[in-house]
């Protein structure tokens, strides 16, 4: 699966070698308040708690890439804060699942409601998302659709699109 010029396998080596396995930022404990601190604050509006839970050079990206998004993937904080920006306006919501932490990589499932799905019909997305922590904050973070979720969101856009 391609999005822009980069492919899921790519984004995958990106979550691979960013930071070795054995890297030791934070604590496990740590760095899972981070992912779900992040989101929390998100959910509220309180973007800056938010990014605070960012490295400077944090990036985000949707795969494949939401009609949102201008670039393939979102690099550092001011380019993720405008995106959160818009999922708080859309009172988006995020529920976060079966995080796990392999050192500093996580993997968890995720949800996410907001007014735009819930009017095409299609809340919540489903997500498997990853992230790279360093020093108990996200550098790289990867939201996929899930394979049962993405044919239903792309229905529901191609019926609008007609």
Known sequence: MTFGKYTCAAMALV?????????????????????????AAVTEGDLET???YLTEDAVFAVVPASSRMKAPALVGREEIRNWWAGTHKD?????????????VRATFTCLYYGDKLEKLGVSPAEFDG???????????????????YEPRLKAALAKIAN
């Open 50 to 52: 938010a990014v605070s």
């Open 15 to 39: 979550l691979t070698v960013i930071l070795p396995a054995g890297s030791v930022g934070a604590s496990d404990a740590e760095d899972m308040f981070a992912v779900d601190a992040a989101y």
């Open 91 to 103: 009172n988006g919501r995020v529920e976060i699942n079966d995080l796990a932490m392999d050192g």
């Open 130 to 148: 990853a992230a790279v922590l360093r020093d108990g904050k996200i550098r790289v973070l990867v939201w996929s659709y899930t394979v049962e």
